[in-house]
Structures are given as structure tokens and as C-alpha cells.
């Protein structure tokens, strides 16, 4: 008892935090930090907390306070662009900006992802811990500011692109390049370097191959060096090869050669694949063209080679942050999983209701009832805990669902006791199996049927007058239920008569009878103790009161059950035929003078 009240005890203290938002409210949060300072010192003056604490405290207040005053700025290409080298001085730029982007793109991920892990410190955080709050708060604040401004450095160097590649192209007609042949010799130069230092590595590396089985160390260092320095070399003439390939480019656009551009185009593209940092000059030339060329013809021609960049824009997409919920980044990628789990929940669910069904064949035994209930709570319960999943997949914390959750339950409670009530009976009732399909219920004077569907809410009464009656599971537990075929089909029917004073009995019983026996009315005849009898029931005022008891099965589908008009019908042939008097109520008066 002792170790759940402990639990009890730490899960409560576990959500008395919250996060804190004066810190990160840079407009307004200069007093707050003043605030802080002071709390800082009186803290130290009564040496509440560990002086270790109160350095680390301190330390990041004054990370906090210096990220609260930074100004977001970037390094802008100011250089004059006149002739081919600058061009590409320009274009070298862009290319580090972009490695830059993704460089940013990427911590600010990492930010987001410690963003999330000290909200959980914070939200979550124990009695123990009480004492490095303050730290977790300035931590996340810190972090909150840096995304922040990582995200305005982001949308300043997307401003800054666009005006270098501005100025690139406004250059265009004035730029003084190379001829073409100077630049092709220098190609074909490089590529011929390119093949030559290929045939290189591959010797070296068939030496590779066979001093590693020699296993001789010395040798294969030696070896792994000059693979190592020739491969540096590679890249440095293939780095030449893409910015001799740029200028051709540029000249192409100055001359607005739209056919030589596209086969250059495509060159440039085999070279960048296999060189990735230089694959902004892909989008650089696609967005010049587009400005210098504005040709449909040049679009069209340009969709092949556009592929790799657009499966390269959707594996951005799929990663990039749609929104931040709990501290926790949600990407499409997580919903498109979070999805799938939820589909792949139902399609098991499907499974499991086909699984049901084929069972019953093997088991007769289990009612149509069982079987439908337990169908559908197993199929809901499995979407619910595939749900469940789904938002652990895309990183949700449970514990603020939990809460939420909670929250809800006691609106829950309230407003939804009817339908819990109806879902726990409809359990209930499947356990107990006291009403199945097919069974005859009455559960009032106006309400009797044959019960067609057992669902988790209610339950569907088709009454002898063909109307379906939905009935909730509630009613079943809180009422008294009739159940004429729980055991047994049959049940008995009382059919009431009279006759007159004077006759008798025994003569009625027989004639009854044997009419009853000589008829084509459906009733039990077979069973020896369910035969039909004739009881005396009462002397009444105006006539005897008998009353015929006669065995009927209740729901018998192949031979509907004669009605009791039809046995008072039978019962008011025989007497009339045989001249006995059926009486009807008199009032003698007697009168006095």
C-alpha cells in the first residue's frame, strides 16, 4: 500500500510546472530578467540552493540576456559582377549560402528536439529536482529564441539569393566571357585529368585489394594516402570542371542559345550528381533561364532534368516541420506514418471481425449475440490502441494526453452516462447471454417482439406488428425482461371461456378437446406433458369461467404459432355446434312497490 501511495505521490508532484513565458517574450521580458537577477542574489544571501545551481543559473541568464539582444544579420555579396570569374565568385557565394540554410535547417531540428526533451524536464519535474527549475526555464527560453532567430536568418538569406541571382542576370548582357573554344579546351583538358586519375585509383586500389590479403600494414597506409590525395585531387578539377561548365552557361544565356544551353544544361547536372554541394547551381541556372529565356519550348525540355530536383523538393517537404504541437515538430512524413498505422489498426480490426465469424462455425454453441459483441468491441478496441500508436509515433508526449484526457473524463461522466451505461450493459448482456437474436422478449404491455440485432449501444425489437423498436442495453439491466425462449421454445397459452349455468363440465372439456385434437391449428400434440387441458377458473355472475391451456412454440419460423382468435374461434364453433349455451352478462331487476 505504502509503494502505491509513493507512486501516487511522485506522479502528482510530476505536473506542478509549467514553461515559462516571460522569458522568451523578448518585447517585454528586460524586467523579468531584472526579476530573476534579484531572486538569483536573494537566493545566495540564504543560501537556498547549491552554489554550484546558482553559478549555472547565472551563466545561462547571461547566455539569455545576450540571444535577447541579438540583431539577425547576414553577410550580403556586395562585389561588382563584369565579367565571367566574378560571375562565378557570385555564384560560389550562392553555393555557400545554401550549405548555410541547410546547415541552420538542421540545428534548428536539433533545437526543436531539446526544446521538446526540457518540457518534458519541466512539465514532469520531481521534488528533487525542484532546485534546477530555474535552469531548465532559461535553457528552453535560450533555445526558443535561437529557433527564432535561425528562422529569420533562413528567411533573410532566401530574400538574399533572389538579389544576387537579380544581379547575375542583369549582368548578362554586359559580361565579358571566355570564347567558347577557350572554354571547351580547358573541358576537355579537365576531363581528360578526371579519366586519367580514375585509372589511377583503380590500379591503386587493385594494390589495395591484394596488400590487405598480404597484411601489410606499412603498404596498405601508403596506399590508402595516395587513393586518399588523388581522390582530393579529383574534386578539385571536377570543382573547376562545374564552374567551366557554369561559364558556358552564362555565356549561352547571354546569347540566349536555348539549344545550346539545354545540352550544357544537362552536362552540368551528370557533373553535380557526382558533387552534391554544388547542387544550388541546378535551381541558380533553372531560375536565370527562366528570367533570360521565357520559353515554354525551354520548360518542357527541362522537365527531365527537373526529376531529381523535384523527388529532391518532395524528400524536403516530407521532412519539413508543418507544425510545432507540445515542443514536438510534426512532419508530413509523421502524419503519412501516423496515418498508415491507423489504417493498418482498421484492416487488422477487419481481420479480427472475419476471424470471429469463422470461429462461430466451429463453435455453435456461441450466440449470435456473443459473437456480434464481441466483433465490435474487439474491432474498436484494436482502432484504439492502433490510435494510441499512431500519436506515440509522431512523438506526441502521452502524459499531456493523459491529462487531457482525464480532463474529459469527468465531462465524460456527465454528459455521456447514458451511452457508458448503454455500452456496459451491451458487455453485460453478452456475458450473461440472458437475450440473443431470435429470442421473444416482452418488456412491457406495449412492447413484445422477436429481438433482430444485439448492438454496443441498443438493441433492435421487431414487434408482432412488424415494427423495429431500437431498445437501449440500459433497459435490459434496470428492467424486468420477459424472456419467453430463453430455455425453452414453447410456452403455454390461456385462452379463457364461458358457459352457462347448468352445463356440464365434463361434457365441455370433452367436445373442446376433440375439436381442438380433429384440427389443422399448430400446437404441441406430440409431447406428453405439454398436452392441452380445460381448468375451471371461476363462477361468475352470468357464467362459468373455463379456461383452455394449450402448448404453443413461441418462434417457430417454419410454422407460424395459431393466434389465440383462433383458439376462442375453434372454442365458440364447438359449443355452438353442439347447442351449448354461451352466456352474456344480465341484470335482473327487481322492482318494489
Known amino acids: 500500500m505504502k509503494f502505491f501511495l509513493l507512486l501516487f505521490t511522485v506522479f502528482t508532484i510530476s505536473f506542478t510546472a509549467t514553461i515559462d513565458t516571460k522569458l522568451y517574450d523578448i518585447e517585454n521580458n528586460s524586467k523579468y530578467f531584472e526579476q530573476i537577477e534579484n531572486n ?17 543559473e547565472k551563466k545561462y541568464l547571461k547566455i539569455l540576456k545576450k540571444a535577447n539582444t541579438k540583431i539577425v544579420s547576414i553577410e550580403k555579396y556586395n562585389k561588382e559582377i563584369a565579367n565571367s570569374n566574378e560571375a562565378i565568385n557570385a555564384l560560389k557565394f550562392l553555393i555557400q549560402v545554401d550549405e548555410k540554410e541547410n546547415e541552420i535547417a538542421n540545428l534548428s531540428i ?14 514532469n519535474i520531481l521534488e528533487i529536482e525542484k532546485n534546477r527549475l530555474l535552469i531548465y526555464q532559461l535553457q528552453f527560453a535560450y533555445n526558443k529564441i535561437e529557433k527564432n532567430n535561425l528562422e529569420k536568418k533562413i528567411t533573410l538569406y532566401e530574400k538574399h539569393k533572389i538579389e544576387v541571382l537579380n544581379k547575375i542576370e542583369a549582368a548578362l548582357n554586359n559580361l565579358n566571357i571566355e570564347n567558347l573554344d577557350t572554354l571547351n579546351t580547358s573541358l576537355t583538358t579537365n576531363n581528360k585529368q578526371i579519366e ?36 582530393t585531387k579529383k574534386e578539385d578539377i571536377l570543382s573547376l570542371t562545374i564552374y567551366l561548365s557554369s561559364k558556358k552557361l552564362l555565356l549561352f544565356l547571354k546569347e540566349k542559345n536555348e539549344k545550346a544551353f539545354l545540352e550544357e544544361f544537362e552536362n552540368l547536372n551528370s557533373l553535380i550528381n557526382y558533387s552534391k554541394k554544388f547542387k544550388y547551381l541546378n535551381e541558380a541556372f533553372l531560375k536565370l533561364s527562366k528570367k533570360r529565356l521565357n520559353n515554354t519550348k525551354l520548360v518542357l525540355a527541362t522537365s527531365n532534368i527537373k526529376i531529381t530536383s523535384f523527388f529532391d523538393s518532395i524528400k524536403t517537404f516530407f521532412n519539413t516541420t508543418l507544425v510545432v504541437f507540445n515542443e514536438q515538430a510534426i512532419t508530413p512524413m509523421s502524419l503519412i506514418k501516423a496515418i498508415f498505422l491507423i489504417l493498418i489498426g482498421i484492416l487488422i480490426g477487419k481481420i ?28 474498436y478496441l484494436i482502432i484504439f490502441i492502433t490510435f494510441i500508436i499512431a500519436l506515440g509515433s509522431l512523438g506526441i508526449d502521452m502524459t499531456s494526453i493523459s491529462l487531457i484526457a482525464g480532463a474529459l473524463s469527468i465531462g465524460i461522466g456527465f454528459g455521456l452516462q447514458t451511452v457508458v451505461s448503454n455500452f456496459i450493459s451491451g458487455i453485460i448482456l453478452m456475458f450473461e447471454r440472458t437475450i440473443r437474436i431470435g429470442d421473444v422478449i416482452e418488456i412491457n404491455d406495449l412492447l413484445k417482439g422477436t429481438v433482430t440485432d444485439i448492438r454496443v449501444r441498443s438493441t433492435t425489437v421487431k414487434t408482432f406488428d412488424n415494427i423495429d423498436i431500437v431498445v437501449p442495453n440500459s433497459s435490459f439491466i434496470q428492467n424486468n425482461v420477459i424472456n419467453w425462449t430463453l430455455e425453452d421454445k414453447s410456452r403455454r397459452l390461456h385462452v379463457p371461456f364461458g358457459v352457462a349455468y347448468g352445463t356440464k363440465i365434463e361434457e365441455v372439456k370433452e367436445i373442446v378437446l376433440r375439436e381442438l385434437l380433429n ?19 371461476n363462477m361468475n355472475n352470468s357464467s362459468v369461467d373455463l379456461e383452455l391451456l394449450v402448448w404453443i412454440k413461441t418462434n417457430d419460423k417454419l410454422t407460424p404459432n395459431a393466434l389465440k382468435s383462433d383458439f376462442l374461434l375453434l372454442i365458440y364453433n364447438a359449443l355452438y355446434k353442439n347447442n351449448i349455451e354461451i352466456p352474456f352478462p344480465q341484470l335482473d331487476l327487481h322492482i318494489k312497490r
Request: proline residues 3%; without cysteine.
Open 40 to 56: 538569483i542574489r536573494i537566493s545566495i544571501q540564504k543560501a537556498e540552493k547549491p552554489s554550484e545551481i546558482i553559478e549555472d
Open 110 to 123: 536539433e533545437i526543436q528536439e531539446n526544446l521538446s526533451y526540457l518540457k518534458k524536464r519541466i512539465e
Open 352 to 379: 479480427y471481425k472475419r476471424w470471429i465469424l469463422k470461429v462461430s462455425s466451429k463453435w455453435p454453441n456461441i450466440s449470435e449475440m456473443s459473437l456480434k459483441i464481441s466483433s465490435n468491441v474487439g474491432f
Open 196 to 231: 586519367e586519375i580514375d585509372n589511377n585509383i583503380n590500379l591503386l586500389k587493385a594494390n589495395l585489394q591484394r596488400e590487405k590479403i598480404n597484411d601489410n600494414i606499412k603498404k596498405i597506409e601508403e596506399l590508402e594516402k595516395k587513393v586518399f590525395n588523388l581522390n
Open 519 to 537: 384440427s389443422d391449428l399448430t400446437f404441441i400434440k406430440n409431447d406428453k406433458d405439454k398436452q392441452p387441458d380445460i381448468r375451471f377458473e
